[in-house]
């Protein structure tokens, strides 16, 4: 599909909607904090770093840089003679931006046999082992910490079978995209990612948050799945950098 052109009278609003959707920003909790950054060209580079620098003083490395388009963050980079010494390194993938608009919401109908609930204590090791990144995070914090901080702290919604078995769940992350979608393979073709998607959603937009979502590049079917679901792709794409210091 096409990308929606964003108007600069648009960009703005949507930024500050972000912005307000975000409930922290720099956050230390014995955690990989997030720094979510909204910077609007390449020119503003030199005062982003600044910024990340300043907010390294008080929090462990690395920071993880969210936010930014992937022209801020080769700015970024470019900043440093050396690529090999510089302190930010960007993902080796881009990730596309969608959001869903209120018009596109739907109330879900939880099929029989399933029951709506949301992530705890007794989620962490199956969303843990599900998540693709887990292994790359654990080498930096708790991966228990972290998912435990997200459940306390942020929307989540689990699909489970009536006895109680967590079967599909997604959540929003600190930086506010909504993410770590799965569904347990046995129960796929069942439509139960649509379902969990569009509650939390629901949920979101009821508690006045912008919905929007981070996929990598080549994630096909990922790109699939938001579009069929009332996705609108946003016409910039994000690059995640960690700052290591």
């Known amino acids: 599909m096409e990308p929606h052109q964003i108007l600069p009278a648009e960009y703005d609003i949507l930024e500050q909607q972000m912005k307000n ?73 881009n990730a596309l931006v969608y959001t869903l608009p209120p018009k596109n919401i739907s109330p879900p109908t939880i ?26 995070y654990e ?3 708790s991966m228990d910490r972290w ?17 109680g078995v967590p079967v599909a769940w997604e959540l929003q992350q600190d930086y506010g995209a909504v993410g770590m979608l799965h569904v347990v393979p046995e129960y796929r073709r069942k439509k139960l990612g649509s379902v969990v998607t ?3 959603a629901e949920k979101m937009n009821n508690e006045g948050q912008m919905v929007f979502a981070c996929v990598n590049e080549k994630n096909e079917t990922g790109k ?15 690059c995640f950098c960690s700052y290591f210091f």
């Open 21 to 93: 959707a975000l409930p922290l920003s720099i956050c230390d909790w014995g955690i990989l904090p997030s720094a979510v950054t909204f910077c609007k060209g390449p020119e503003f580079v030199r005062s982003l770093k600044a910024l990340i620098q300043l907010a390294s003083k008080n929090v462990p490395s690395p920071i993880l840089v969210v936010g930014c388009s992937t022209d801020v963050i080769d700015a970024l980079v470019n900043l440093y003679e050396c690529k090999a010494s510089c302190p930010f390194k960007p993902a080796q993938e």
């Open 111 to 136: 099929p029989d046999g399933f029951r709506v609930s949301e992530l705890g204590e007794r989620h962490i090791d199956p969303v843990k082992k599900s998540w693709r990144y887990s292994e790359e």
């Open 139 to 141: 080498q930096f914090f």
């Open 147 to 163: 998912l435990r901080y997200h459940f306390s702290n942020f929307p989540t919604l689990c699909i489970e079978t009536e006895d």
């Open 198 to 200: 569009m509650a939390l």
């Open 224 to 238: 699939t799945f938001h579009e069929t679901n009332g996705y609108i792709r946003l016409a910039f794409d994000l």
